[in-house]
């Protein structure tokens, strides 16, 4: 595991979600218990409270070194906070920050590197099983705002500050943006699930779906006016999504098939500005990245791989004129010059010819080679979980290496074939895009 991990160096870990906000950290000369979770009928998602114990904080740092992660952790946000006598779900008083700031000032005593900071856990609107309203909570992020630059003076090595963390609600997101004011949230974090349940019989057909692909879109339009009109100084990030909730679907969510749905989110959010997407999950699930029992990469895993050494941080405007079952996204290409493109087709029977043009000339533009990368899934089974670039299956190596993953080189005036089914990624080295001369 330690190898798939160390392939994307670096690879960002989230360490939170549905439980953070039942987490203790035991820390220090706290005389707070340090209980296991149990399961219990009226606890929070069903739950006790549980506790982080400082041995096991070290061991997960430890791996954290070896593989080279960036971590975002989730703080608990319910604490000193009581239930309201009108409202069951609403969480009335002040944030508590104590154990939360013991934790930190071991976690920087011991030089552990975090990276950012996330205040709760889906509290936002109107929350999964608690809220805390939208000025209470930014009262709360400025102080957690404060405590991290106190403990972290250096701007340069300073965690970043996220939240809510949770589904996109524009008044409560307006008025969260509005309380806590300028340069205090680095990262405006939001939730995506917008396939719907995991046992939905339909989930495989909305996956191949693009104007149900679409529909989310405004989501992230409208993430993006909020920061533009309320917080400027923030940046739009998926701090959680995995397609499906309730782990995903247990025959689609970990097979070729929910590529469509990943890529082309992964595309769509850099369209719209946003800085990170982190997938729910690594490990755990069916939407996993890694097999939950034999930490074998699943599909997705690739895509992603891949998507981390082509795409660049600079993102291009793709367009096309013909079905929308074919989506493309383009980027600057992050290692080499020219550009990167992402090519989905959806249709379970029409190949695609693409031809690469700028805005400038409606002819193709000369580049000095084409790097493609097929995707298709083993005897075109879409619900398969082994994955086949360029024809080849990709599995580890009996030392659980990731395997080459090398591109077929092709001439670069012929048109790009886009097969039914399939995805492509590609690299056009010595394509001019003015921008990314930038």
Not at 64 to 87: P, Y
Not at 273 to 291: A, W
Not at 392 to 408: F, S
Request: glycine fraction near 10%.
């Amino acid at each position: 595991m330690v190898k798939f991990k160390s392939a994307f160096r670096p690879l960002r870990i989230r360490i939170g979600g549905s439980l953070q906000d039942q987490v203790v950290y035991k820390v220090g000369t706290s005389d707070l218990e340090c209980p296991q979770f149990k399961s219990i009928h009226n606890g929070l998602f069903g739950f006790s409270k549980g506790c982080l114990p400082m041995d096991r904080w070290d061991l997960m740092n430890k791996l954290f070194n070896e593989t080279g992660a960036k971590i975002t952790f989730g703080l608990n946000a319910l604490m000193g906070r009581m239930v309201s006598k009108d409202d069951d779900s609403l969480m009335l008083g002040e944030w508590d920050p104590k154990n939360a700031l013991d934790f930190m000032k071991y976690t920087a005593s011991k030089g552990y590197k975090i990276d950012s900071y996330e205040l709760g856990n889906e509290l936002c609107g109107s929350g999964v099983s608690k809220r805390v309203k939208a000025e209470q909570y930014g009262r709360d992020i400025i102080v957690l705002k404060k405590l991290v630059q106190e403990l972290y003076p250096d701007p340069f090595t300073q965690p970043k500050v996220l939240g809510p963390a949770g589904f996109y609600d524009k008044q409560w997101f307006n008025v969260f943006l509005q309380t806590s004011g300028p340069h205090v949230v680095d990262g405006l974090t939001h939730h995506i699930y917008n396939l719907g349940a995991g046992v939905d019989p339909s989930l495989i057909n909305k996956i191949q779906d693009p104007n149900f692909l679409d529909q989310i879109a405004q989501t992230y339009k409208d993430i993006s006016g909020s920061i533009k009109s309320y917080g400027p100084w923030s940046r739009a990030w998926v701090g959680e999504a995995g397609g499906a909730y309730n782990s995903g679907g247990k025959y689609v969510s970990h097979s070729f098939v929910d590529g469509f749905w990943y890529l082309d989110q992964l595309g769509m959010t850099s369209a719209f500005n946003h800085k990170v997407f982190c997938r729910q999950s690594l490990i755990g699930g069916n939407y996993g990245l890694l097999d939950t029992t034999t930490f074998i990469p699943n599909p997705d895993y690739y895509g992603a791989l891949l998507w981390h050494r082509l795409m660049g941080p600079r993102v291009l405007y793709a367009s096309h004129n013909g079905t929308p079952y074919l989506r493309v996204y383009s980027h600057c290409s992050k290692k080499t010059t020219g550009i990167s493109l992402l090519a989905i087709n959806m249709s379970n029977s029409t190949m695609f010819d693409v031809l690469v043009t700028d805005d400038s000339n409606s002819n193709p533009q000369e580049a000095d080679q084409r790097e493609e990368y097929h995707l298709t899934p083993k005897d075109g089974n879409i619900l398969s979980d082994v994955l086949l670039l360029n024809g080849k299956a990709l599995e580890v190596t009996e030392g659980y290496d990731i395997p080459a993953m090398n591109p077929q080189v092709v001439d670069a005036s012929s048109p790009l074939k886009v097969a039914p089914r399939s995805i492509v990624f590609v690299t056009l080295r010595g394509f001019k895009a003015p921008a990314c001369a930038l």
